[in-house]
T-cell receptor, first 111, second 115 residues
C-alpha cells in the first residue's frame, strides 16, 4: 500500500461546479498537509497548507483534514476553466521531514 | 531570477549515456530539493541540500544517481549510464530553509527521455 493514495481521475466538471478532491494516507504521524496545483509542463505550486485537523479557507478553495479517518480534501467552489490542472496532495510528519506526495488528480473544468 | 530555473527543459539521450541536469534556486534560498515525477506517479523525493551539504540522500534510486551543490546555489543532478526507466520529469525546488517544507518553490522541470 502506498503511503498516500489519490484517485488519478481524470475528473471533468462543468464551469461553476463544486469540485471535491481527496486523498487518503496510512501514516498516522502525518501532521502537515498541503495541496499543490500543477499545470501542464509546469512545476507544482503550493495552494493550501494546513497543520493537523480542521478546515482552512482561501478564496474559492477549502482544505479539510480528518486525521481520525486519515483523509484530506480540497474543495473548489465556482470552478473555472483556469482551474484545469493536476492537483497533488502532500504531507509530512514534521516541518523537518521530507514531504510525501500523492500521484495527483487531473481536473478539467469545461466552459 | 525571480523563480527556480532548470536546464535543459528537455533532454533526449541514448541508453548508457550520462546526463547532467541543472537547477538554479531562488536567490538566498538555502534548501534545495530534487524530485522525480513519472507518469501516473507522485513526486518521488530524491535528495535535498541544506547549503552545500546533503543530509538526506535516501531517495536516490541507485548509485548511478549523484548530486552536488556548489556555493550554496546551483545544483547538478547527474545520472550515469542512463536506463530507460530513468525517463521522467526531474523537478527541483528550493525553500528559504530546511524545515519549511510547505514553502517549496518548484522549477518547471527537465523532461528526460532515455531511448
Amino acid at each position: 500500500q502506498k503511503e498516500v493514495e489519490q484517485d488519478p481521475g481524470p475528473l471533468s466538471v462543468p464551469e461553476g461546479a463544486i469540485v471535491s478532491l481527496n486523498c487518503t494516507y496510512s501514516n498516522s504521524a502525518f501532521q502537515y498537509f498541503m495541496w499543490y496545483r500543477q499545470y501542464s509542463r509546469k512545476g507544482p505550486e503550493l495552494l493550501m497548507y494546513t497543520y493537523s485537523s480542521g478546515n482552512k479557507e482561501d478564496g474559492r478553495f477549502t482544505a479539510q483534514v480528518d486525521k481520525s479517518s486519515k483523509y484530506i480534501s480540497l474543495f473548489i467552489r465556482d470552478s473555472q476553466p483556469s482551474d484545469s490542472a493536476t492537483y497533488l496532495c502532500a504531507m509530512s510528519e514534521t516541518s523537518y521531514d521530507k514531504v510525501i506526495f500523492g500521484p495527483g488528480t487531473s481536473l478539467s473544468v469545461i466552459p | 531570477g525571480a523563480g527556480v530555473s532548470q536546464s535543459p527543459s528537455n533532454k533526449v539521450t541514448e541508453k548508457g549515456k550520462d546526463v547532467e541536469l541543472r537547477c538554479d534556486p531562488i536567490s538566498g534560498h538555502t534548501a534545495l530539493y530534487w524530485y522525480r515525477q513519472s507518469l501516473g506517479q507522485g513526486l518521488e523525493f530524491l535528495i535535498y541540500f541544506q547549503g552545500n551539504s546533503a543530509p538526506d540522500k535516501s531517495g536516490l534510486p541507485s548509485d548511478r544517481f549523484s548530486a552536488e551543490r556548489t556555493g550554496g546555489s546551483v545544483s547538478t543532478l547527474t545520472i550515469q549510464r542512463t536506463q530507460q526507466e530513468d525517463s521522467a520529469v526531474y523537478l527541483c525546488a528550493s525553500s528559504s530553509s530546511w524545515g519549511q517544507g510547505e514553502t517549496q518553490y518548484f522549477g518547471p522541470g527537465t523532461r528526460l527521455l532515455v531511448l
